[in-house]
C-alpha cells in the first residue's frame, strides 16, 4: 500500500496489491498466541466483524483511523 496524497481532511491511498488477508494467521497484521488463539494487533490494526469493520473478532482484520490528535484539535477551535 502506497500512500499518493495526504491532507487535513482526507487521505487518498492506491492498493498495489489487490486481495483480502482473511485465511492468513491474524490477518499478517498481528502475533498469534497459538495457546489461546488470540491476536495481539500490531500498531493501526485491530478486531473487526469479520468484513473489515469495527468489531469484536480479534483478528486484526480492521484498519484503525488514523488520527492528528493536533489538527483535530485545531479543527475543533482549540488551538
Known amino acids: 500500500m502506497t500512500i499518493s496524497s495526504v491532507s487535513i481532511d482526507s487521505i487518498s491511498l492506491i492498493e ?3 486481495g483480502t488477508k482473511e485465511y492468513d494467521e491474524c490477518s ?10 488470540d491476536c495481539t494487533c500490531f500498531d493501526g490494526f485491530g478486531a473487526s466483524d469479520g468484513q ?6 480479534a483478528n486484526c482484520g480492521h484498519v484503525e ?3 492528528d490528535s493536533e489538527a ?8
Open 16 to 18: 498495489t496489491l489487490k
Open 28 to 37: 499478517n497484521r498481528g502475533i498469534c498466541d497459538r495457546e489461546t488463539g
Open 52 to 57: 473489515g469493520n469495527d468489531g469484536s473478532i
Open 65 to 67: 483511523p488514523i488520527v
Open 72 to 79: 483535530v484539535e485545531r479543527l475543533m477551535g482549540g488551538g
